[in-house]
């Protein structure tokens, strides 16, 4: 027997580091790549954890965990899905389509456990339809190698993307004249963070 993980605590978790990208507001008031990355971890730490879940388990604790886990990773993946799509990046934006591509892909068993995938790529859970369905139905997407093996390859993607753009802002605010005392203003910058 296992101990149940509440919700909130998983989510938590998965933003662990960026914990202030669960909040609504310091999201807006960060920059879009900021979002993108700290979404893009949370989202490899909640397949993993997806990765972990017994399925087979009639434990009462282990079925909350499954509840639990699912619809944190679902509000992680929203938060996913909709921070690729207000990139800057088409090739963020493009890996944020293949992520509701791939979420579409299982249309019928999300709909048969009351979530649904929306036309931005979000998803809508219906959350006392979900508590209905059975941990079987449950693991037909959350459980099944091939959704969670894509869904890993296209978050490697994202990092790729995300370690590869530069924020403009930054690329702005950070030219500078290759001049003697330009160069040593920014050693002295540097030497700050050692």
């Not at 934006?93 to 048969?112: Q, V």
């Not at 093996?149 to 802002?169: A, C, D, F, Y």
């Amino acid at each position: 027997m296992s101990m149940s993980i509440s919700a909130a605590s998983i989510l938590s978790r998965a933003y662990a580091g960026n914990v202030y990208f669960k909040d609504e507001n310091y999201r807006k008031n960060s920059s879009n790549h900021e979002v993108v990355s700290a979404d893009r971890k949370a989202m490899v730490r909640a397949l993993e954890r997806l990765e972990g879940l017994d399925f087979d388990s009639t434990d009462e604790d282990d079925t909350k965990s499954i509840y639990n886990t699912v619809t944190s990773y679902l509000d992680i993946y929203n938060n996913a899905v909709s921070s690729a799509n207000a990139s800057d990046s088409s090739d963020i934006r493009r890996t944020g389509k293949a992520m509701k591509a791939l979420m579409k892909e299982y249309g019928s068993s999300l709909e048969a456990i009351g979530i649904q995938v929306k036309s931005d790529g979000t998803v809508k859970i219906d959350k006392s339809e979900l508590k209905k369905a059975t941990t079987s139905q449950v693991s037909r997407v959350f459980g099944d190698d091939d959704y969670l093996s894509g869904m890993n390859k296209l978050m490697n993607k994202l990092r790729n993307q995300v370690n590869r753009e530069v924020p403009r802002q930054e690329v702005q605010n950070s030219t500078v004249k290759n001049d003697s005392l330009s160069s040593e203003t920014v050693g002295r910058n540097l030497n700050l963070y050692v």
